[in-house]
């Protein structure tokens, strides 16, 4: 068992080039659980709560002193290794695919084009703002591709005041991010 353990999480880390991918498997019941997201720069204020990103694989950051399943207002980033997801050809059918299943799950959503984050490296970020009518979410999402991965950095808010204040921070977080040399 240590040994298919080791040789998976060698695999995994020499598998997909190029994003800042943070890569990890770890041995359970049912076999490896493998996660995988974004690596991020700190931003002071926030803090990434490991228990909810192992939980979904997710880089899950709460407001510092605070859990991300409690938070008013929350930021994480995802990434999706290509391979597993066949059907999205593209960045492109990827976002699209993310604004049916928010016309699906959110009655009403309001989608916007907000202006593209530019990360680190100079790559810009197709970002949209998915605004509720009614108690749902505020949500800013970027999309970027790297590799062989879709990265997707969110923030997200049960209040619009909650969205509005914590959005500066956001782009700072999407602006850090950069590429694996």
């Known amino acids: 068992m240590l040994i298919r353990a080791l040789v998976t999480s060698l695999l995994l ?22 996660h995988w997201w974004p690596k991020l720069v700190p931003v002071a204020g926030w803090m990434q709560d490991k228990d909810f990103s192992f939980k979904y694989s997710i880089n899950a950051l709460a407001p510092s002193g605070a859990s991300f399943a409690d938070s008013e207002t929350v930021m994480y980033a995802k990434a999706i290794y290509k391979p597993r997801v066949p059907d999205l050809k593209s960045l492109a059918a990827l976002i699209e695919n993310d604004k049916k299943d928010f016309v699906t799950n959110v009655p009403g959503v309001m989608i916007e084009e907000a202006t ?45 005041n909650g969205f509005l204040a914590a959005i500066k921070v956001y782009e700072k977080l999407v602006s850090q991010y950069k590429e694996k040399p």
């Open 116 to 160: 593209a984050l530019v990360t680190a490296d100079g790559k810009s970020a197709v970002s949209l703002i998915y605004t509720p009518r009614s108690k749902e979410n505020w949500e800013r999402v970027s999309y970027l591709e790297e590799g062989d991965f879709y990265l997707i950095f969110t923030v997200s808010s049960r209040t619009k």
């Open 13 to 34: 880390m020499s598998a997909a080039a190029f994003a800042d991918v943070e890569k990890f498997a770890i041995p359970g019941e049912k076999g490896m659980a493998i």
